[in-house]
């Protein structure tokens, strides 16, 4: 009986191993592939750098704005003059703080822009036939842009539309006889978040060229570079791109996008504007337009950036 059982025992064994060994190869050759997967899909982690954070302390931009204090004495006066009032200066910080925090923009930039525009007067411009208007100094190119064609760049641009009013507030237009209007430029939140969106196209627009283009960029240099072609379009920022790797190379171009203080002085170069512009207006337009790029710049640039990090430090460290 034994005999038979161990005859049976090893025809058993003989069938389990034809039946499970090509199963097991299957089943390891599977396993080595799902690891080899996985490995090629997860990111390898970086080993000698800190994650980074919205509010890391090496942040080009300052926390508190204005930073620079002639501005900081200019907002007081203001505010004593009564042409900023409490409640505006509080609708105003409430929805910056709100938009830039989803949109992720660095708040001091946007503030500061708007402090350029229009010294934070919402009305700006609502009892003459400017053709700029409100907080963010709105014309009917930017309106036009907010208006029709939103869905040229991020997504997150309707989304914040329906985040701040419950729907779809557009067209957006500067409503004299209606400035409280959710749709009117002059009503607050409206106009921080329109021109929130519409800054925020200016750096999509501009890294998803360098993006195409492989081009490596410090992203808090670039929404400085935002902040000028929302002054003075995105091609203003281009044809400087051009000019600036055309007469000094490739090396600098990187600098350009990569290092403060190089940008900072190289905005200061009026002639390397003007070359700039030149190209898209003729000469009686551009010398001005490089003036006044040049000062809307440098006054954000004091404004939003941290006055440590102005003269002591260059961002070249910071990747995109």
């Not at 930039?109 to 709105?138: A, D, P, T, Y």
């Not at 791109?241 to 002085?265: A, P, S």
Request: with cysteine; proline share 6%.
């Amino acid at each position: 009986m034994f005999t038979a059982f161990r005859k049976n025992s090893k025809g058993l064994s003989q069938r389990l191993r034809q039946i499970f060994l090509p199963s097991l190869s299957v089943l390891l050759i599977s396993s080595g592939l799902t690891a080899l997967i996985w490995t090629v899909l997860t990111p390898i982690q970086p080993k000698n750098y800190p994650p980074e954070t919205k509010n890391d302390k090496h942040s080009l931009f300052s926390t508190n704005y204005p930073a620079n204090s002639n501005f900081q004495r200019e907002l007081v006066e203001l505010k004593n003059k009564n042409e900023l009032k409490p409640n505006d200066e509080l609708e105003i910080q409430r929805s910056l703080l709100a938009t830039t925090d989803y949109l992720d923009i660095p708040p001091s930039v946007l503030w500061c822009l708007l402090f350029q525009e229009s010294r934070l007067n919402h009305l700006e411009g609502i009892e003459s036939e400017k053709s700029s208007s409100g907080l963010g100094q709105f014309s009917r190119f930017s309106f036009f842009e907010i208006n029709y064609q939103l869905e040229r760049y991020s997504p997150n641009n309707l989304n914040l539309l329906y985040l701040t009013f419950g729907r779809d507030i557009r067209p957006i237009e500067a409503k004299r006889k209606d400035p409280l209007s959710p749709s009117s430029y002059y009503s607050i939140p409206t106009a921080v978040t329109s021109s929130a969106i519409f800054l925020n196209n200016r750096y999509y627009q501009l890294s998803r060229i360098l993006d195409k283009r492989s081009i490596a960029y410090n992203p808090e240099i670039l929404w400085m570079f935002a902040a000028m072609a929302y002054n003075k379009g995105s091609r203003s920022v281009l044809s400087l791109w051009n000019t600036i790797h055309r007469k000094r190379g490739t090396e600098k171009f990187n600098q350009f996008l990569n290092d403060y203080e190089y940008f900072k002085n190289t905005i200061n170069d009026s002639s390397i504007l003007t070359k700039s512009l030149i190209k898209i207006w003729d000469k009686t337009k551009a010398i001005p337009y490089a003036n006044e790029l040049r000062i809307h710049t440098r006054n954000i640039s004091s404004c939003a950036i941290s006055p440590l990090l102005q003269t002591t430090r260059s961002l070249t460290e910071v990747g995109p």
